[in-house]
């Protein structure tokens, strides 16, 4: 979420940095300048020594580190004892704990430690605890285990939950296109439907932000799908018919709802994959938003000859999506999955939580009269 406010804010900060450039080769130039400087940074290193004592009596801290060859006791190791960490960008402790790397993670959590203040003699009992599971990890030495995506068609829920996010994601990035067109003769001007787009991301972003959390994942999903299934059939039925001023309320509705579609499935996404593979189901359920988005140059090219039809495809695809999100677990509230194992465990709840039922109980009560001749060893 986040991250998709600063794209907004990058989005309308653009025609400012164009009018004030005036080249597109320049501001193409400039883009590319930025995307190199995080290049650099992601590359930057630090050296520190690694060496600390490997028992939890000595009390360096809550990441105790195993001992290297040439180092003793509670003191330092040589000067030539350093490995390179990540200053910006670390790898995440939890990826290199679920795939057994657990020697990276030890010394990026003790990093973590460092930034954050820790001296020596300042452990917990819960730091403590953990520093002991992880030197009982590490003692035992296992070997990585990566994952690959092919993973997902051996598990039995995990893929399918997979699948109906990246085509939610699919129609949310594709649909847009019908309603920009549908846009288009009321709002004549250029500017005025980028900065609308701009805006109805970051509204977007935080009706999320509101919802997503209070209401849930899957119900705020199935509305926005439901909104914009319902925009588009309006807007292929009725749009020769209706008054203009209904027509850009359709088309504004339709584009926020859209956007509100792709930025949760996402953040689905994010919660419903395990965390061994879940960049990788991450970055599917992204590519499936991008490629839907991919409609509306090739509507463009066409010369928007087939354009009557696309909308009817992607509004169809809308209703069916509808039907789909109903099979996604709900995943708030709950903890992150860590292999495809606890990823297979996330099950479809009820969308609406009622009374349990009381089905184990008997229609009618048993007489004392029935009872009466038997023993207790018969009751």
């Not at 009706?207 to 899957?218: S, Y």
Request: proline share 8%.
């Amino acid at each position: 979420m986040g991250a998709g406010l600063f794209s907004v804010v990058g989005t309308l900060l653009l025609p400012g940095l164009a009018a004030l450039v005036q080249d597109w080769r320049l501001l193409q130039g400039l883009g590319a300048l930025m995307s190199g400087l995080l290049l650099l940074f992601w590359g930057v290193t630090e050296n520190y020594s690694d060496v600390l004592p490997l028992s939890l009596g000595v009390g360096w801290g809550p990441w105790p580190l195993p001992l290297l060859p040439g180092g003793g006791g509670g003191s330092r190791g040589h000067p030539h004892q350093r490995c390179r960490f990540p200053a910006l960008f670390p790898e995440s402790p939890c990826w290199l704990l679920a795939t057994g790397q657990v020697a990276r993670a030890r010394k990026i959590l003790w990093r973590f430690a460092e930034a954050s203040g820790v001296g020596p003699g300042d452990s917990s009992l819960e730091e403590n605890s953990l520093a002991t599971e992880l030197t009982m990890l590490s003692a035992r030495s296992p070997q990585p285990r990566y994952h690959s995506p092919l993973g997902l068609l051996r598990t039995r829920v995990t893929w399918r939950n997979g699948l109906i996010l990246g085509f939610s994601s699919l129609v949310g990035g594709g649909i847009r296109a019908s309603f920009r067109r549908s846009l288009a003769p009321q709002v004549p001007t250029f500017y005025l439907p980028y900065f609308l787009e701009a805006g109805l991301e970051a509204a977007a972003l935080v009706f999320l932000l509101l919802t997503a959390d209070c209401c849930g994942r899957r119900p705020v999903l199935l509305l926005g799908t439901m909104v914009t299934g319902l925009a588009s059939l309006l807007l292929l039925a009725g749009a020769q018919y209706l008054p203009g001023w209904t027509v850009l309320f359709l088309s504004v509705l339709g584009l926020l709802a859209s956007r509100a579609v792709s930025a949760l499935s996402s953040l689905f996404a994010a919660e419903v994959f395990p965390t061994v593979i879940r960049g990788a189901g991450l970055g599917l359920v992204l590519g499936a938003g991008f490629l839907g988005q991919a409609a509306g140059p090739l509507d463009t090219l066409h010369g928007r000859q087939g354009f009557f039809l696309q909308q009817v495809v992607f509004a169809s695809l809308a209703v069916l999506a509808l039907l789909c999100v109903l099979l996604l677990p709900e995943s708030r509230s709950r903890g992150l999955p860590q292999s495809l194992q606890d990823a297979d465990r996330l099950r479809r709840s009820p969308l609406l939580r009622g009374r349990p039922r009381q089905d184990h109980l008997p229609l009618l009560p048993p007489s004392n009269s029935y009872w009466a001749g038997h023993t207790p060893e018969q009751h």
